[in-house]
């Protein structure tokens, strides 16, 4: 008896033990799946990569600026990708690699058309569209452009300093890049406007590699070895910058200068009249419509092919006009 009574006990103790574990596990269990669905990350619809020339340059850091508004207002993912310093060849290795990630479309400077356009029709054949910016490559595949006209804003720059300058020109150039695309154009709208001037002669064209030091350094040594100079033309945004220095630490101070892009340091100058005239880029637009543009071709919806930004010349009176447009919305 005794130990029929030592078998039920012991049995009803199991029993317990048994349900205590069973109500734990369901307890933890409903606990784990009570988790709050929101804790899963929702990734944007799209991503983009957007490839600049050069990572810290004030004007790219523009362009990303419109790019990361097109982030506020859309669904969309855009990565910024550049060399540290103006290098083609790592630009393209950057193309090779959103291609590899599969992307779902790049935004790029196609500084060298016939270098980037293998890689640009390699993501295309590959499915993903490619929206060349600031500079175009328009005998690649690339399904459209954003930005300056650049040949324009050469012929703008030198029909200002026709406009501006009396007597004879003797002009020197620093630009950007002997070998980019873009500044080629802007070299040869400028040329091509002076051309049937025999008042204006060129002296020569230097290139500043798009570094405000550089620049400095080509225009010093434009300026002693030609002191008949008295015009300077820059075709980058930096490049102003290194002619003004250039001229200050010669003692030059009646140089005409005709500089491009409205970063702040090139619209001190102007205000102080060490710029004469500035070739106005929309960098903030370009990086907006790019995106946008992008989100529009991979919706199917209708889009330009070219897509030209809007390009001015600005002197020291039009300072209020521009600063005035940019305290009414512009977010540059
Ligand atoms: C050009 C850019 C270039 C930048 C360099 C701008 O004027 O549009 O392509 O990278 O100057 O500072």
């Known amino acids: ?17 048994l349900a205590t574990s069973i109500y734990s596990f369901v307890q933890v269990t409903r606990v ?39 982030e506020n207002q859309f669904d969309v993912l855009v990565e910024y990708k550049a060399p540290k310093r103006s290098n083609p060849e790592e630009q393209l290795k950057l193309i090779d690699m959103a291609i590899s990630a599969k992307v779902d479309g790049i935004i790029v400077q196609a500084v060298n058309e016939e ?40 012929t703008i720059a030198g029909k200002a300093m026709l406009d501006d300058m009396e007597g004879d020109i003797h002009v020197a150039v620093i630009t950007g890049s ?3 695309s873009h500044q080629k154009l802007r ?10 001037e025999p008042r204006v002669t060129l002296v020569e ?10 620049a400095e350094l080509k225009a010093h040594q434009l300026m002693e070895e030609h002191p008949h100079i008295n015009t300077f033309y820059g075709t980058s945004a930096l490049d102003g910058i290194g002619i003004v220095a250039a001229a200050e630490k010669l003692g030059l101070d009646d140089l005409y200068v005709i500089a491009f892009d409205t970063l702040p340091e090139n619209l001190s100058l102007l205000e ?30 209708p889009y330009s092919m070219t897509n030209h930004t809007h390009t001015s010349i600005i002197r020291k009176p039009d300072l209020s006009l521009l600063q005035e447009h940019q305290r009414l919305g512009d977010k540059q």
């Open 272 to 301: 102080q009249e060490k710029i004469d005239a500035i070739v106005v880029q929309e960098p903030f637009e370009m990086g907006l419509k790019s995106v946008e543009l992008l989100l529009d071709i991979r919706e199917g919806q």
């Open 187 to 196: 070299v040869q709208g400028f040329i091509d406007m002076i051309s049937n």
């Open 205 to 214: 064209v230097e290139a500043s590699n798009i570094s405000r030091l550089e």
């Open 1 to 17: 008896m005794k130990r029929h009574l030592f078998f039920v006990v012991g049995f009803m103790i199991c029993i317990s033990a």
């Open 32 to 70: 784990e799946t009570n988790v709050p669905s929101s804790t899963s990350i929702s990734l944007p619809s799209s991503h983009f990569v957007l490839i600049a020339e050069e990572e810290n340059n004030s004007y790219w850091r523009l362009v990303e600026k419109g790019a990361r508004e097109a």
């Open 178 to 180: 002997l070998e980019s």
């Open 115 to 154: 270098m980037f356009t293998p890689l640009i029709n390699k993501a295309v054949d590959a499915g993903i569209p490619v929206i060349t910016i600031d500079t175009d490559a328009p005998r690649s595949n690339r399904v459209a452009y954003i930005g300056t006209d650049n040949y324009y804003s050469g």
